[in-house]
Nanobody, 118 residues
Framework: QVQLVESGGGLVQPGGSLRLTCAASGIDIVAYAMGWYRQAPGKERELVAEIIHGGWTKYAGSVKDRFTISRDGTKNTVYLQMQDVKPDDTAVYSC????????????WGQGTQVTVSS
């Protein structure tokens, strides 16, 4: 019933930009904490950014001031705008939905690959 579908990944040069999109169905995203995770080879999955119902946002220190998470309630879509990307940003990026009262997301998307290379 709940489905999250990511898109927008691809190959980008260091210093470039990319926008990831998460289209949600089965839930109203403004009622959930929506996040972007990433996992690179040899590394654990990490939370990159999260936005909650009041518009509050959190970012990992490695992406703060470079990435921006946002949402469009009308389109039921979450975005991750990536600026000044670096090779260490290379990973599979996944969208997540979490009840504010829970610590564990209730749903994950399939992921989209982002590769930063010259």
């Amino acid at each position: 019933q709940v489905q999250l579908v990511e898109s927008g990944g691809g190959l980008v040069q260091p210093g470039g930009s990319l926008r990831l999109t998460c289209a949600a169905s089965g839930i109203d995203i403004v009622a959930y904490a929506m996040g972007w995770y990433r996992q690179a080879p040899g590394k654990e999955r990490e939370l990159v950014a999260e936005i909650i119902h009041g518009g509050w946002t959190k970012y990992a220190g490695s992406v703060k001031d470079r990435f921006t998470i946002s949402r469009d309630g009308t389109k039921n879509t979450v975005y991750l705008q990536m600026q000044d990307v670096k090779p260490d940003d290379t990973a599979v990026y996944s969208c997540s939905a979490r009840e504010v009262t829970d610590n564990v997301p209730l749903q994950w998307g399939q992921g989209t690959q982002v590769t930063v290379s010259s």
